[in-house]
């Protein structure tokens, strides 16, 4: 059984920073990379950022700039440094994690709200 925990989600002003973690535990083998995605009200999910094991990274267009995506291989943790949030940025994140064999796990979700 795979578990993706994430946590850091919260709500923050314009222009404030977050730190999102995303903790996996399990029977984890031959990750090909692990990401976060966000979902906004009537919108579709997509991708914000994500990381392979090699360490290529890869941002939506409208996060380039703002947003850090980093891992820790060790502690099987990925992290999403957000900066300069905008109103905009409001949306459920969700960790992924893709494996080699293409199956992806998800996470429970965590909710960010950017507003003054």
């Known amino acids: 059984q795979v578990q993706l925990v994430e946590s850091g989600g919260g709500l923050v002003q314009p222009g404030g920073s977050l730190r999102l973690s995303c903790a996996a535990s399990?029977?984890?083998?031959?990750?090909?990379?692990m990401g976060w995605y966000r979902q906004a009200p009537g919108k579709q999910r997509e991708l914000v950022a994500a990381?392979?094991?090699?360490?290529?990274?890869n941002y939506a267009d409208s996060v380039k700039g703002r947003f850090t995506i980093s891992r820790d291989n060790a502690k099987m943790t990925v992290y999403l440094q957000m900066n300069s949030l905008k109103p905009e940025d409001t949306a459920v994140y969700y960790c992924n994690m893709l494996m080699d064999n293409g199956y992806n796990y998800w996470g429970q979700g965590t909710q960010v709200t950017v507003s003054s």
């Open positions: 990381i392979t094991s090699g360490g290529f990274t």
């Open positions: 399990g029977s984890i083998f031959s990750i090909y990379a």
